[in-house]
T-cell receptor, first 113, second 114 residues
Framework: QKEVEQNSGPLSVPEGAIASLNCTYS??????FFWYRQYSGKSPELIMF????GDKEDGRFTAQLNKASQYVSLLIRDSQPSDSATYLC?????????????FGQGTILTVHP | DVKVTQSSRYLVKRTGEKVFLECVQD?????MFWYRQDPGLGLRLIYF???????EKGDIPEGYSVSREKKERFSLILESASTNQTSMYLC?????????????FGSGTRLTVV
């Protein structure tokens, strides 16, 4: 069983719509959760992190965490063509893991005009 | 902003060569990581380091070694390059082990072994 799972997509949404990206994880002791955006040919860049149950908003982005269901999601409101990228979910197990992050395989998002 | 610099953007090496990939960060971070990224496989951890001269194996260490002689520099070594090591290699740095710390990635090195 994969530790961090994402739907690989591609997810296609029209410009202005809400894009919803989902991630599940297997380690119930996981402490913090990160969303990275990766443009084609580029390295990942951090866009959000969350460690408490509930929602966290930053501009057009909202991260949602449900530890009981072992589920984390990223909502992108008013999607723009510039949001087209691969979105990576990453999980920190905490404890003595020295801050290692385990990544999902990523969801490809395409926002079409 | 933290800057993580990887010495080469593209490299082409021959099978059997010893290959050095260099990574330097400028924020005095303790934790540094090497991943490789392959289509369909995502990011896989090769090695990481939590202090100078300290290293730990990740999920796929076979065929690789690392060196961390100074805090700012973390090197990945391919002892004898093989074609199955053709990949994108990403170095990352992390400011701490607390919940709020994410990675900052370097720009990546695309290695082709022929």
């Amino acid at each position: 069983q994969k530790e961090v799972e994402q739907n690989s997509g591609p997810l296609s949404v029209p410009e202005g719509a809400i894009a919803s990206l989902n991630c599940t994880y297997s380690d119930r002791g996981s402490q913090s959760f990160f969303w990275y955006r990766q443009y084609s040919g580029k390295s990942p860049e951090l866009i959000m992190f969350i460690y408490s149950n509930g929602d966290k908003e930053d501009g057009r982005f909202t991260a949602q965490l449900n530890k009981a269901s072992q589920y984390v999601s990223l909502l992108i409101r008013d999607s723009q063509p510039s949001d087209s990228a691969t979105y990576l979910c990453a999980v920190n197990a905490g404890g003595t893991s020295y801050g290692k992050l385990t990544f999902g395989q990523g969801t490809i998002l395409t926002v079409h005009p | 902003d933290v800057k993580v610099t990887q010495s080469s953007r593209y490299l082409v090496k021959r099978t059997g060569e010893k290959v050095f990939l260099e990574c330097v960060q400028d924020m005095d971070h303790e934790n540094m990581f090497w991943y490789r990224q392959d289509p369909g496989l995502g990011l896989r951890l090769i090695y990481f380091s939590y202090d100078v001269k300290m290293k730990e194996k990740g999920d796929i260490p076979e065929g690789y070694s690392v060196s961390r002689e100074k805090k700012e520099r973390f090197s990945l070594i391919l002892e004898s390059a093989s074609t199955n090591q053709t990949s994108m290699y990403l170095c990352a740095s992390r400011g701490g082990t607390g919940a709020i710390y994410g990675y900052t990635f370097g720009s990546g090195t695309r290695l082709t072994v022929v």
